[in-house]
């Protein structure tokens, strides 16, 4: 099992401009997350879905979208990003919410 | 609100030591924690979780414990070895959010 991957690793991008992160996981979990990562500041919950079809706000939602058609894949989206959405974004599942959640391995985003 | 503290920010120890990493948490209803350990560039990798009725988890030199009414939890760590060398995030479950301490960079040297 490859567990919790995300795509792409890296990316640069200007100011304005939009993209998607893609996270999918073959545990057929039910429960899968968007954070991100800022020094000094921990892990923040932007976004999360229970299960396909649906999503929720996390912690720090403005800014960002997510979509979750299949139970494999959480995509989140930046239509016009900003360098405070510069940082490290970590994708997880669980298939509970009481439950272990597991990591992917990240994407390093640098909007200049 | 919940807030969730590491104290220290930065550990360095010889190898060979055991060694407590400390967690606190201001609001006592939880359902869970979770420690993580997370190297350089990586994801973070769970080592232990512990739900609110359990007092503690072990899993080889790890061990962590529990104790909600105070607002704490410790991983103990034994015989530190130089790959043990990362940082260890707690997260306390409240509600249906993970909330992260900003976590303990630990240092083990030769």
């Known amino acids: 099992n490859a567990g919790v991957t995300q795509t792409p690793k890296f990316r640069v991008l200007k100011t304005g401009q939009s993209m998607t992160l893609l996270c999918a996981q073959d545990?057929?979990?039910?429960?899968m997350y968007w954070y991100r990562q800022d020094p000094g500041m921990g892990l923040r919950l932007i976004h999360y879905s229970v299960g396909e079809g649906t999503t929720a706000k996390g912690e720090v939602p403005d800014g960002y979208n997510v979509s979750r058609l299949k139970k494999q894949n959480f995509l989140l989206g930046l239509e016009s990003a900003a360098p405070s959405q510069t940082s490290v974004y970590f994708c997880?599942?669980?298939?509970?919410?009481?439950?272990?959640?597991?990591f992917g391995p990240g994407t390093r985003l640098t909007v200049l | 609100k919940q807030e969730v503290t590491q104290i220290p920010a930065a550990l360095s120890v010889p190898e060979g030591e055991n060694l407590v990493l400390n967690c606190s948490f201001t609001?006592?209803?939880?359902?869970?924690l979770q420690w993580f350990r997370q190297d350089p560039g990586k994801g973070l990798t769970s080592l232990l979780l512990?739900?609110?009725?359990?007092r503690e988890q072990t899993s080889g030199r790890l061990n962590a414990s529990l104790d909600k009414s105070s607002g704490r939890s410790t991983l103990y760590i034994a015989a530190s070895q130089p790959g043990d060398s990362a940082t260890y995030l707690c997260a306390v479950r409240s509600t249906d959010k993970l909330i992260f301490g900003t976590g303990t960079r630990l240092q083990v040297f030769p």
């Open positions: 512990i739900q609110s009725s359990q």
């Open positions: 997880a599942s669980s298939t509970a919410l009481a439950n272990e959640q597991f």
């Open positions: 609001d006592s209803a939880i359902y869970n």
């Open positions: 545990m057929n979990h039910e429960y």
